[in-house]
Nanobody
Framework: QVQLVESGGGLVQAGGSLRLSCAAS????????IGWYRQAPGKQRELVAA???????NYADSVKGRFTISRDNTKSTVYLQMNSLKPEDTAVYYC?????????????WGQGTQVTVSS
């Protein structure tokens, strides 16, 4: 089992910055990929940024150059630094991780944190 707890969301003006944190606990050594997703009202959940098991990062085109995903050395916390925020970045942001078991891979999700960007 893996537990993911997000924090750092809030209300910010356009052009501002926020830093989201995702604290992972439990079987964190079994986490392969981990990343940030978001879901705006009336829209599907979409990938924002992810760290792959090999260490590479990938980003949605809409956030490239503005958002940076990173993790601490213990790999128990993943961050999303969001700069130059736009009103269209408003959404609930979720941390998601793929956890590898002996014969399967299972996705785990945090409860989400609201990010609201005012114009």
């Amino acid at each position: 089992q893996v537990q993911l707890v997000e924090s750092g969301g809030g209300l910010v003006q356009a052009g501002g910055s926020l830093r989201l944190s995702c604290a992972a606990s439990g079987s964190t050594s079994s986490i392969s990929n981990i990343g940030w997703y978001r879901q705006a009202p009336g829209k599907q959940r979409e990938l924002v940024a992810a760290l792959r098991s090999g260490g590479s990062a990938n980003y949605a085109d809409s956030v490239k150059g503005r958002f940076t995903i990173s993790r601490d050395n213990t790999k128990s916390t993943v961050y999303l630094q969001m700069n130059s925020l736009k009103p269209e970045d408003t959404a609930v942001y979720y941390c998601g991780a793929d956890v590898v078991f002996e014969t399967s891979v299972r996705a785990y999700w945090g409860q989400g944190t609201q990010v609201t960007v005012s114009s």
